[in-house]
């Protein structure tokens, strides 16, 4: 286990009770958030499961990486809630419940009759319900369903990444699905402070496209000053330079030069003092206008030196750089153990939490659950009698398997 894993105490959350209906990312990912923290959640899937249990290799035990990624400590059963009984068990779920977290289709709890301003907010008015959607519910686009990529297109996010050779490119992750995850968690918190006040819950509606416009800086903040259509500049900041990556000897490295003073100790520390006095480069107004002469410059003298001992070296000496590291070189870096981010529970290894508050900090108590691992154990809590669970199982209420598993 590593020193994450041996956290004790209970969590900034502990005692906040969540049911997670969510499936994919977004949601899942809030999910993950709020149970690393403390609260009890208590994920609620289809009879065909999260279907991001089939979205891999890499598997085990029939179950992909993709979702063991945004699913830890949390309790899983299956609930079928197409018919009106399943409904009835996730009524008797919400009795005890702080927060419901759901990402149905828009209109959907309300088909059901589960909708929040009519029923759950009557019914249950300290309850925090939070939709993770693609456009929300309402507008020229409200109800239309939404997944990242299309978000990325949409948002203009793929507009402005990748080179202007290649072409409007996805980023290489979920940025958007996982800024949603972080907005609904920041919604969901705000909310729960407010109850303190008001002791009643609200409705917190966290979309992807509004995540996808609000990750535009600078962006956006440079097309409404100056009214020119940003382009894609590749590893290159639209606004300074030096702050790219840039080659040497062996890998490459980023430097991210924000001002006179680091540019100057770049040259410095690099041996090329000439090229901070050059007055093509005197400040970072003139860098960017002669970024490409400048980068010839640089990457001359850099040639012949190793990029990790010299990015290292530089960001010792307070000048921003760092090595272009794969994926499994970021995982297994010194500094990613000594911050906790490598979280191991059993067979389970993960990406540990961002954020740890002093006196109470992240809790990995579960890896991801199995399908419907913990249905029983569950409506036992809620005070379904023995009959009860055995006519709910073996009707497929509450399913314990996967069709055709």
Known sequence: ?????????????????????????????????????????????????????????????????????????????????????????????????????????????????????????????????????????????????????????????????????????????????????????????????????????????????DSAISLLHPHAANFLMSGKTPVRTGNNHPNISPYSTYATGTRPIYLAVGNDRQFRKLCEEIGALSIADDPRFANNGERVVNREALRAELEAVMAGVDGGDLADRLIRAGVPAGPVLDVSESLAHPHTLHRGMRVDIDDYSGVGAPVRPSRSAPVYKMRPPKFAQHSAEILREFDFSEDEIEHLTTTGIVPQARPGR
């Open 1 to 209: 286990m590593s020193a994450a894993t041996e956290q004790q105490g209970g969590g900034a959350l502990e005692g906040i009770k969540v049911i997670d209906l969510s499936r994919v990312l977004g949601g899942p990912l809030t999910g993950q958030i709020l149970g690393d923290h403390g609260a009890d959640v208590i994920k609620v899937e289809p009879p065909m499961g999260d279907e991001t249990r089939d979205w891999g290799p890499p598997f085990r035990d029939g179950t992909a990486s993709y979702f063991d990624g945004v699913n830890r400590n949390k309790r899983a059963m299956a609930l079928d809630l197409r018919h009106e009984e399943g409904r009835a068990v996730l009524l008797r779920l919400l009795e005890d419940a702080d927060i419901v977290l759901e990402n149905f289709k828009t209109g959907t709890m309300e088909k059901w009759g589960l909708g929040y301003e009519d029923v759950l907010s009557q019914r249950f008015p300290r309850l925090i319900h939070c939709r993770v959607s693609g456009f929300g519910s309402d507008g020229p686009l409200g109800g239309l369903p939404g997944y990242d990529a299309i978000l990325q297109a949409m948002g203009g996010l793929m507009s402005v990444n990748g080179t202007h050779e290649g072409g409007a490119t996805r980023v290489g992750l979920p940025v958007v699905d996982m800024v949603t995850g972080l907005n609904a968690v920041i919604g969901i918190l705000l909310s729960l402070h407010e109850r303190d006040r008001s002791g009643k819950g609200q409705f917190v509606d966290a979309t992807l496209f």
